[in-house]
């Protein structure tokens, strides 16, 4: 199964947990309405009358449902801001990208060389201080606002290959589509859980007003049946709550394992995530979190963060030792004794040493180090990698991390240094008059603390290779996600000036604007989430037409074989209802490329592929693809939220 299937499976079961949660709402309308009907009959002393009373069916359906519906989208919408949500509900705080605390920076760098390697964004690292078990997890709707979590105790006890292991578990569920599945779960859970709440304020209420009237003559009755009824709601509610977690339960314990075997596949070092189990089992506290939130997002963690339930059913995770033995057969039971752990500077980075415990061949290391990607391109393999990164791929990104100054890389986990880095990429190395420009706009209009900091890396940055200038860009997001709005709002105007300094914009500055602006503007605009609306090729094929065409220009000013490189993509799309046509290479800009993926990124993750492998195709036409192609196929992918891992040569391709 690749990863559109998965997307498409985590897309159905998110449907199917639609329908259960329908039938969950139909069944409480149901408990309640006879709750109210018994409490206010039994209240009134008319039992034996008939409980079908349709004037209170509708209004206590009506009511139950707009409790439940309400309070299901309230917690949706809190959600759809990203992860970063559940990461401080569960009190975790931001790890800030300039620590200097070992453990921290052991921890972003593990994180940094993850997200390069799979191609996703490199996520914000969120720290649980006040939990001494070893857990994580990964929460999010896309990989665009993913983040991560970890557990004090998890960087203080495992070693950097144990903790390799945890996080390449936690990138699978990025990668696989879990997260939006599992806080759509939470959103749905919470609105069934407020019936619970309400039952709770009612039991306590403590007035004495009356309530009751007899059906037959409409006389006032006595009492208060208001902590009864409470009752009543209170354990329908946690019925319902129940069997949520039965679904929340058996949709996680398989995630779990598809989740473990994809981090060994991943990083090919199985002894890391069966030692990170292990400690788990040695641990005194294993993976059991202590904050009051904690079962509300119980189905997230990497282990079980909850006491053990009682009914199996109810468990989020699979017994740990079932886990251990599925990657390693002869695991005998015992779980060793757990000590902290030191770092050294070294486990901060060192690609050679990991490079040499996976035994790799010294010339395939030597391959990542320099990635170089003008090789013979394979453009099925590019889409068959999508959300299945290699260990080459995560070889590749442990060089490329080393390779870069270490000023540059402490800059980039600074919100100024970020900015500076933006600035000091987006400088015209080829074009004094340009660049002259540049400087003098930073000079006059630019925060001067962002102009001086821009100037002092400026040679630093200009060392960096092409092939890591995008990788250093998705490094510096988490820092820029720090900005406040205001910040923000120069920062975009200053990117803005800069890309279009020589009134015309490059593949590269039309990069930094999808994967920089495209995802910060979104905190400044309200701009509400991109949707999936389509899901027929027939819907979308002038988008399919500007891409292709685009995309075929972008390569040559040779139009035969720009006209060749569009039919290659076209045929890869398949019959179509009519002949897709390359367009006039004057209507092909990159406002109308910018347009095209806008609309493809609603569509469905089947025909995502298709229109990925047309595309893949395009620029592969002539054999060979530049770094600038191979990255703009990158930019692409990460638009319709599939991260494409580096395009380096693997074995077998």
Same mark, same amino acid.
């Given at each position: 199964?690749?990863?559109?299937?998965?997307?498409?499976?985590?897309?159905?079961?998110?449907?199917?947990?639609?329908?259960?949660?329908?039938?969950?709402?139909?069944?409480?309308?149901?408990?309640?309405?006879?709750?109210?009907?018994?409490?206010?009959?039994?209240?009134?002393?008319?039992?034996?009358?008939?409980?079908?009373?349709?004037?209170?069916?509708?209004?206590?359906?009506?009511?139950?449902?707009?409790?439940?519906?309400?309070?299901?989208?309230?917690?949706?919408?809190?959600?759809?801001?990203?992860?970063?949500?559940?990461?401080?509900?569960?009190?975790?705080?931001?790890?800030?990208?300039?620590?200097?605390?070992?453990?921290?920076?052991?921890?972003?760098?593990?994180?940094?060389?993850?997200?390069?390697?799979?191609?996703?964004?490199?996520?914000?690292?969120?720290?649980?201080?006040?939990?001494?078990?070893?857990? @994580?997890?990964?929460? $999010?709707?896309?990989?665009?606002?993913?983040?991560?979590?970890?557990?004090?105790?998890?960087?203080?006890?495992?070693?950097?290959?144990?903790?390799? $292991?945890?996080?390449?578990?936690?990138?699978?569920?990025?990668?696989?589509?879990?997260?939006?599945?599992?806080?759509?779960?939470?959103?749905?859970?919470?609105?069934?859980?407020?019936?619970?709440?309400?039952?709770?304020?009612?039991?306590?209420?403590? %007035?004495?007003?009356?309530?009751?009237?007899?059906? %037959?003559?409409?006389?006032?009755?006595?009492?208060?049946?208001?902590?009864?009824?409470?009752?009543?709601?209170?354990? #329908?509610?946690? #019925? $319902?709550?129940?069997?949520?977690?039965?679904?929340? %339960?058996?949709?996680?314990?398989?995630?779990?394992?598809?989740?473990?075997?994809?981090?060994?596949?991943?990083?090919?070092?199985?002894?890391?995530?069966?030692?990170?189990?292990?400690?788990?089992?040695?641990?005194?506290?294993?993976?059991?979190?202590?904050? !009051?939130?904690?079962?509300?997002?119980?189905?997230?963690?990497?282990?079980?963060?909850?006491?053990?339930?009682?009914?199996?059913?109810?468990?989020?995770?699979? !017994?740990?030792?079932?886990?251990?033995?599925?990657?390693?057969?002869?695991?005998?039971?015992?779980?060793?004794?757990?000590?902290?752990?030191?770092?050294?500077?070294?486990?901060?980075?060192?690609?050679?040493?990991?490079?040499?415990?996976?035994?790799?061949?010294?010339?395939?290391?030597?391959?990542?180090?320099?990635?170089?990607?003008?090789?013979?391109?394979?453009?099925?393999?590019?889409?068959?990698?999508?959300?299945?990164?290699?260990?080459?791929?995560?070889?590749?990104?442990?060089?490329?991390?080393?390779?870069?100054? @270490?000023?540059?890389?402490?800059?980039?986990?600074?919100?100024?240094?970020?900015?500076?880095?933006?600035?000091?990429?987006?400088?015209?190395?080829?074009?004094?008059?340009?660049?002259?420009?540049?400087?003098?706009?930073?000079?006059?209009?630019?925060?001067?603390?962002?102009?001086?900091?821009?100037?002092?890396?400026?040679?630093?940055?200009?060392?960096?290779?092409?092939?890591?200038?995008?990788?250093?860009?998705?490094?510096?997001?988490?820092?820029?996600?720090?900005?406040?709005?205001?910040?923000?709002?120069?920062?975009?105007?200053?990117?803005?000036?800069?890309?279009?300094?020589?009134?015309?914009?490059?593949?590269?500055?039309?990069?930094?604007?999808?994967?920089?602006?495209?995802?910060?503007?979104?905190?400044?605009?309200?701009?509400?989430?991109?949707?999936?609306?389509?899901?027929?090729?027939?819907?979308?094929?002038?988008?399919?037409?500007?891409?292709?065409?685009?995309?075929?220009?972008?390569?040559?000013?040779?139009?035969?074989?720009?006209?060749? %490189?569009?039919?290659?993509?076209?045929?890869?799309?398949?019959?179509?209802?009519?002949?897709?046509?390359?367009?006039?290479?004057?209507?092909?800009?990159?406002?109308?490329?910018?347009? @095209?993926?806008?609309?493809?990124?609603?569509?469905?993750?089947?025909?995502?592929?298709?229109?990925?492998?047309?595309?893949?195709?395009?620029?592969?036409?002539?054999?060979?693809?530049?770094?600038?192609?191979?990255?703009?196929?990158?930019?692409?992918?990460?638009?319709?939220?599939?991260?494409?891992?580096?395009?380096?040569?693997?074995?077998?391709?």
């Amino acid at each position: 199964m690749d990863f559109f299937e998965h997307q498409e499976q985590a897309r159905r079961r998110t449907g199917l947990l639609v329908v259960y949660f329908v039938l969950a709402v139909i069944s409480i309308i149901v408990a309640v309405y006879l709750a109210v009907v018994a409490v206010f009959v039994g209240t009134q002393g008319d039992a034996g009358d008939a409980l079908w009373q349709p004037e209170v069916l509708g209004p206590v359906a009506g009511g139950t449902l707009l409790v439940i519906v309400v309070g299901s989208l309230y917690k949706m919408a809190d959600l759809a801001r990203g992860g970063e949500v559940v990461a401080r509900s569960l009190g975790g705080r931001p790890v800030l990208a300039n620590t200097t605390e070992l453990r921290e920076r052991v921890l972003l760098n593990v994180v940094e060389e993850m997200a390069i390697a799979s191609g996703t964004p490199v996520p914000p690292v969120f720290l649980l201080d006040h939990e001494s078990a070893i857990n @994580a997890f990964a929460a $999010g709707t896309t990989p665009q606002n993913a983040v991560i979590g970890v557990t004090r105790g998890t960087i203080e006890t495992l070693k950097r290959d144990e903790l390799q $292991g945890v996080i390449a578990h936690e990138f699978s569920h990025i990668l696989n589509g879990d997260m939006r599945l599992n806080l759509r779960l939470m959103g749905l859970l919470n609105g069934i859980l407020l019936i619970a709440m309400i039952g709770y304020v009612l039991m306590r209420s403590g %007035s004495t007003y009356t309530i009751g009237f007899s059906r %037959s003559s409409g006389e006032r009755k006595g009492g208060n049946p208001l902590p009864l009824l409470g009752l009543l709601l209170y354990i #329908i509610g946690y #019925i $319902g709550v129940f069997f949520g977690h039965l679904i929340k %339960s058996a949709v996680s314990r398989q995630r779990e394992y598809l989740a473990d075997a994809s981090a060994v596949q991943f990083t090919r070092l199985p002894d890391g995530i069966v030692g990170a189990l292990k400690k788990i089992g040695g641990l005194v506290q294993g993976s059991r979190l202590t904050t !009051p939130q904690a079962e509300e997002a119980s189905h997230m963690y990497f282990g079980n963060g909850l006491a053990a339930p009682f009914l199996e059913l109810l468990a989020t995770h699979p !017994p740990l030792a079932e886990r251990i033995r599925r990657i390693d057969p002869s695991f005998d039971g015992k779980y060793p004794a757990v000590e902290l752990v030191e770092y050294s500077a070294a486990d901060v980075v060192d690609p050679q040493r990991f490079a040499a415990q996976r035994e790799r061949p010294a010339a395939v290391h030597a391959q990542a180090a320099a990635g170089a990607q003008s090789f013979a391109f394979q453009p099925a393999a590019a889409v068959a990698h999508v959300g299945a990164p290699r260990i080459e791929h995560l070889d590749y990104a442990a060089a490329l991390v080393a390779s870069l100054p @270490a000023e540059l890389v402490d800059n980039v986990r600074d919100p100024l240094g970020a900015v500076a880095t933006v600035y000091a990429l987006l400088l015209d190395d080829r074009r004094a008059e340009i660049r002259e420009k540049q400087l003098a706009y930073l000079a006059t209009q630019a925060d001067p603390r962002a102009n001086q900091e821009t100037l002092r890396i400026a040679p630093a940055v200009g060392l960096v290779k092409p092939e890591a200038k995008l990788p250093l860009v998705s490094m510096v997001l988490p820092a820029l996600k720090r900005l406040s709005p205001a910040q923000l709002t120069a920062f975009r105007n200053d990117v803005v000036f800069l890309t279009r300094a020589d009134n015309t914009i490059n593949l590269f500055e039309y990069a930094v604007h999808r994967l920089v602006l495209k995802r910060l503007l979104p905190r400044l605009e309200e701009a509400p989430q991109a949707r999936q609306k389509y899901t027929s090729l027939a819907q979308v094929l002038p988008a399919c037409r500007a891409l292709l065409s685009t995309l075929s220009y972008a390569g040559t000013r040779d139009d035969a074989l720009a006209a060749r %490189s569009f039919a290659a993509g076209a045929e890869k799309l398949g019959a179509t209802p009519v002949p897709l046509e390359l367009l006039p290479r004057a209507e092909c800009g990159l406002v109308a490329f910018d347009r @095209a993926l806008d609309t493809l990124a609603g569509t469905a993750p089947a025909l995502k592929k298709s229109v990925l492998e047309a595309c893949a195709a395009c620029i592969g036409a002539d054999a060979q693809v530049s770094v600038e192609e191979g990255e703009l196929l990158r930019v692409i992918s990460d638009a319709f939220a599939c991260p494409m891992p580096p395009l380096v040569k693997l074995a077998g391709d």
